[in-house]
Structures are given as structure tokens and as C-alpha cells.
């Protein structure tokens, strides 16, 4: 094999060159090596066995790829992995195929917080400016780890507006006091502003307060839009946890547990109002396999709420005066 081993330095500039050997060749092939130093190699065969392209920080390769390469497509903004030797199939085409040659493991970190999975999480250390272009009242923040306050801050256009709303929450749980002793802190994973200015064109900014400042922030998603009223929240509303988990027992007894996500289920039961019934009917039927945030009031000006799909929602006419309905949502994995 002949062709040149490339230079380059951290923003992908080619910075020097080096005559392949079949040496140096069978150290690389497959893949890159960095030299500790801000560089790294790159295989550069004039027989095109290997390319390598720079996206972003993040690195695709043209030629041949082996089971558990993996690969970032910007045009996707997703990572794939290689499930099958294969010679530089595009991932987004291969993940079709009836044999797929690639698999897609998730968003990449920026756009994380936007896939509607909460167990896919973005990280970073500042801040998540918004900018959708229209009205916008209601913010929800879910999937936190390392946070121990988010505040929203809403502008008018763009940085440099008038600001219109400045608000934190705090996350930390309250606790009993005979706990205390345990001397720990938790912390709340999601939190909802749900009186955002109205404004057409808002900018709007979300930050963290990291609980650990030497570790990033995690968070899985971010929603954001405005609210639709379905009817009045009443007691036995509930909310519970799904494991995925996989448990295994052999002969023996003993159990093995392969850890998976979770997902909440939560149980809204409502009175609708026989004028707004059909109004309500048609909100979620255009709800149907979309993710929504959802919202019921509860005691002491605090809120049940949660962000998934709904699954069923039957209407029952139980009297001339008010109409009830269970609204049943599997949350987010």
C-alpha cells in the first residue's frame, strides 16, 4: 500500500506529512492515532482505503469501516455505529436496508436535549440560548443531573433586548428533618415555567447551577411551547415508574440484572366541560403520537406533570353537567 500519513491539528488544518510505510500503515489502518501533543494521524492511501473526513470536532471516515466504528453525519446530527463491515455505506441510507450495516446510537451532544429521549442527555458547562421565532409561554426542563438551579431569563429578540422575565427554581427536594442525618441532597430532574411573557419574537436563555462546578450539566430534554386548557385535574390523579430492566434467575436462585432506562406513567382524571368536550377531543387527537408536556394542578400551587405521549383517553358522559375522562401518559424513556 502506498500514499501518506497527514498531520493535523485540533481544527482539522493539515500541518505535516509523512510517507506511509507498511509498518507505520498496519499501526493506523482501521482507524487514527493522536501523538499527545494536540495532533493527530490520519491514513491518507493513494489506493483510497482509507480517508478521513473532519466534521465539527467529530470525525467520519470514507473507505472501509469494522463492526463498532463509529460515525457523526452533521447533515443528521447523529452518532451511528458500524453493525457490519462495510465500505463507507452513508449511515442515514444503511440504517434502512433490510440487513442494516449501521445502527443509530443517538443525537449528538447538542441536539440530545432535543431527541425526546430524557436518558440521552446533553453536557456543557454554560448556557442554552432559544430563539423560536414566535410566541412562547411555557418552558420544561427534563432528564437534570447536576443541577441544582435552572433559571430562564426571556428577552425581546435577541440579546440584547429589553428583558421581559427572570426567573429561578430551585430543585432541591424537600426532605424530612430526622433524614437530615444522612447528610445528603437530592435534587428534583425536571422543573416547568409555565408563565413565560407573551411576546412574538422572544429570546429566550436558560442556565444552570452546577451542584458539582469541577463536572458538567446533564440534561435530557428541553420543550418548549404554548398551553392548551383540557379541563379541571381531580384527585386520584397518580403517577408510577416502568423498569426495563432485564432479570435473569438461573437454577440456583441468583439474579442477574441488566440495568435499562425507565419511564413514568402518570394518570390524569379530569372533568371536561360538555361545551368544550369536542374541543378537547380535537387537541388530543392531534396529540396522537406526539410528545407533549403535561400539566394538572395540585395542591399548594404545585404541579403534576411529565412529558410523553398520551395513550388513551376515553371521554365518559356521566351527567348533563360535566363529562370525565382518564388521560393516560407513557412519559419519555
Known amino acids: 500500500m502506498t500514499g501518506n500519513v497527514l498531520k493535523f491539528d485540533l481544527d482539522g488544518n493539515s500541518i505535516n506529512s509523512?510517507?506511509?510505510?507498511?509498518?507505520?500503515?498496519?499501526?493506523?489502518?482501521?482507524?487514527?492515532?493522536?501523538?499527545?501533543?494536540?495532533?493527530?494521524?490520519?491514513?491518507?492511501?493513494?489506493?483510497?482505503?482509507?480517508?478521513?473526513?473532519?466534521?465539527?470536532?467529530?470525525?467520519?471516515?470514507?473507505?472501509?469501516?469494522?463492526?463498532?466504528?463509529?460515525?457523526?453525519?452533521?447533515?443528521?446530527?447523529?452518532?451511528?455505529?458500524?453493525?457490519?463491515?462495510?465500505?463507507?455505506?452513508?449511515?442515514?441510507?444503511?440504517?434502512?436496508?433490510?440487513?442494516?450495516t449501521w445502527v443509530e446510537v443517538s443525537a449528538t451532544n447538542k441536539y440530545r436535549m432535543f431527541d425526546y429521549t430524557i436518558n440521552t442527555k446533553s453536557t456543557d458547562t454554560g448556557e442554552i440560548t432559544l430563539s423560536p421565532g414566535q410566541y412562547c409561554t411555557n418552558l420544561g426542563v427534563f432528564g437534570l443531573d447536576n443541577v441544582s438551579d435552572?433559571?430562564?431569563?426571556?428577552?425581546?429578540?435577541?440579546?440584547?433586548?429589553?428583558?421581559?422575565?427572570?426567573?429561578?427554581?430551585?430543585?432541591?427536594?424537600?426532605?424530612?428533618?430526622?433524614?437530615?442525618?444522612?447528610?445528603?441532597?437530592?435534587?428534583?430532574?425536571?422543573?416547568?415555567f409555565d408563565d413565560l411573557p407573551v411576546y412574538a419574537t422572544p429570546y429566550i436563555t436558560v442556565s444552570f447551577t452546577r451542584v458539582d462546578t469541577s463536572a458538567d450539566w446533564e440534561v435530557g430534554d428541553i420543550a418548549i411551547g404554548n398551553a392548551r386548557t383540557l379541563g379541571v385535574t381531580v384527585y386520584e390523579s397518580s403517577t408510577s415508574r416502568t423498569s426495563y430492566n432485564e432479570v435473569t434467575i438461573d437454577d440456583f436462585g441468583n439474579e442477574t440484572v441488566v440495568e435499562r432506562a425507565s419511564a413514568e406513567y402518570t394518570s390524569f382524571e379530569l372533568v371536561v366541560f360538555p361545551q368544550y368536550a369536542d374541543y378537547v377531543e380535537r387537541i388530543l387527537k392531534d396529540s396522537l403520537d406526539q410528545a407533549r408536556i403535561w400539566v394538572g394542578d395540585k395542591a399548594n400551587d404545585e404541579k403534576l406533570f411529565t412529558f410523553g405521549y398520551y395513550e388513551r383517553s376515553p371521554i365518559t358522559y356521566s351527567s348533563p353537567l360535566k363529562f370525565e375522562t382518564s388521560l393516560k401518559i407513557r412519559g419519555l424513556v
Open 150 to 192: 435552572v433559571t430562564v431569563t426571556v428577552q425581546e429578540d435577541d440579546s440584547s433586548g429589553t428583558e421581559l422575565y427572570n426567573e429561578t427554581i430551585n430543585l432541591e427536594m424537600n426532605q424530612p428533618v430526622e433524614d437530615d442525618i444522612v447528610n445528603d441532597t437530592l435534587y428534583n430532574s425536571k422543573c416547568l
Open 18 to 100: 509523512y510517507d506511509l510505510t507498511d509498518v507505520f500503515n498496519s499501526n493506523l489502518l482501521g482507524g487514527l492515532t493522536g501523538d499527545g501533543n494536540g495532533g493527530f494521524y490520519v491514513c491518507d492511501c493513494n489506493d483510497g482505503a482509507l480517508i478521513a473526513r473532519l466534521f465539527d470536532g467529530d470525525f467520519l471516515y470514507d473507505g472501509y469501516y469494522q463492526i463498532g466504528d463509529q460515525a457523526i453525519l452533521t447533515s443528521t446530527h447523529k452518532l451511528y455505529q458500524c453493525a457490519a463491515d462495510n465500505t463507507a455505506e452513508s449511515p442515514d441510507i444503511a440504517v434502512e436496508l433490510t440487513s442494516p
